[in-house]
Structure formats: C-alpha cells, structure tokens
Nanobody, 116 residues
Framework: QVQLVESGGGLVQAGGSLRLSCAASGSDFGISAMGWFRQPPGKQRELVAVTTSGGSINYADSVKGRFTISRDNTKNTVYLQMNSLKPEDTAVYYC??????????WGQGTQVTVSS
C-alpha cells in the first residue's frame, strides 16, 4: 500500500510563496507520475501540475509562470514551489501518484490560504 505524506501548506499573504512537499512510501512500486491537484472551496478538484517518469511536465494555465513542480526520485518526493500567490490559489492541495500497475493514490490534503 502506498502512502503519501504532504507538508508545507499554510497561510500567506498575496504575492508570497509557499513550498509543498509530498513523500511517497510503501510497498515496492514503479512510479509513472506524481503531481498536485487542488480543490478550492465549493469547487471541483482540478489539476495544478504533474511530472511523469518520462520527464514531461504539465501545468494548469492558471499557475504557469508562478508554480514549479520538481521531483527527487531518490526520495520518492515531489515538490510544488508556489510563487506570486493569489487569493484564488486558496484551496486544499492534494498530492497524487500513479504507478505503472495503473493504480492511483492520493495524499490527505494540505490547506493553502492566500489572504488579500
């Protein structure tokens, strides 16, 4: 069973920065992709950024140029550096991991609140 532990959320003023981390652990698995989703209050969960083991990276248009996803394969950890934060970035952020077996796993979520 894969476990994902997130950290780094919090309260920040508009224009500030936060860095989220997500560490994966558990049984032996091959990671195909790791990424971040978010769910704003009253809205559906949406993709923020994803990185695949093949090296491709994709961002939501709303975060391009402000957020950077990176991955440390030696630690099975994915990071999300969030700069120039806006109030509309306020959401619960979820780490997501996919394996080559076709399974998908979610973290417990971490709250990010951006005040205006």
């Amino acid at each position: 069973q894969v476990q994902l532990v997130e950290s780094g959320g919090g309260l920040v003023q508009a224009g500030g920065s936060l860095r989220l981390s997500c560490a994966a652990s558990g049984s032996d698995f091959g990671i195909s992709a790791m990424g971040w989703f978010r769910q704003p209050p009253g809205k559906q969960r949406e993709l923020v950024a994803v990185t695949t083991s093949g090296g491709s990276i994709n961002y939501a248009d709303s975060v391009k140029g402000r957020f950077t996803i990176s991955r440390d394969n030696t630690k099975n950890t994915v990071y999300l550096q969030m700069n120039s934060l806006k109030p509309e970035d306020t959401a619960v952020y979820y780490c997501n991991l996919g394996t080559y077996r076709g399974s998908w796993y979610w973290g417990q979520g971490t709250q990010v609140t951006v005040s205006s």
